[in-house]
């Protein structure tokens, strides 16, 4: 009796560590980061692509000019980082961010998630304007 029990020790330890060591392979091939415990693993932060821009100049006077944006947030791990406006002379830019977070564990969805949003730039004084959003660029001319 205590030679087969030994024997089948021999069986259970063995099978345990081929357990352990196919685990540990596999657990590598579909998780490379080792436990999902959320962690932050990366952050980027890129430029929003932009689907759309307007500039709309108001009937009344004075007249307020709104430019009217519309960009593609991201997937599910991706948010709205910033969104920064500055007027130098005729230039006035605006720029939007995302940030991507991947956490370990986390799925990712990729899917198209609409952003917009209207930045007031105020009363323009007469004269040509630049207006750039992300690289894309629109003609302003107030009489």
């Known amino acids: 009796m205590t030679k087969a029990m030994t024997r089948l020790e021999g069986y259970i330890v063995a099978v345990l560590l081929l357990s352990a060591i196919l685990y540990d392979t596999i657990g590598a091939v579909f998780n490379p980061y080792g436990i999902a415990d959320g962690r932050i693993i990366e952050e980027t932060v890129e430029d929003m692509p932009i689907i759309g821009v307007a500039v709309l100049v108001a009937s009344d ?3 307020e000019v709104f430019v009217w944006v519309s960009g593609n947030v991201g997937g599910s791990c991706t948010e709205l980082h910033e969104s920064l406006q500055k007027q130098e002379g005729d230039r006035i830019t605006i720029q939007l961010t995302t940030l991507t977070t991947i956490r370990n564990g986390v799925l990712c969805t990729q899917e198209a998630r609409v952003y917009y949003e209207t930045f007031y730039l105020g009363v ?6 630049k207006i750039n959003v992300n690289d894309v660029e629109k003609r302003l001319r107030i009489d």
């Open 124 to 129: 323009l004084s007469p004269g040509d304007y």
């Open 61 to 63: 006077n004075p007249r």
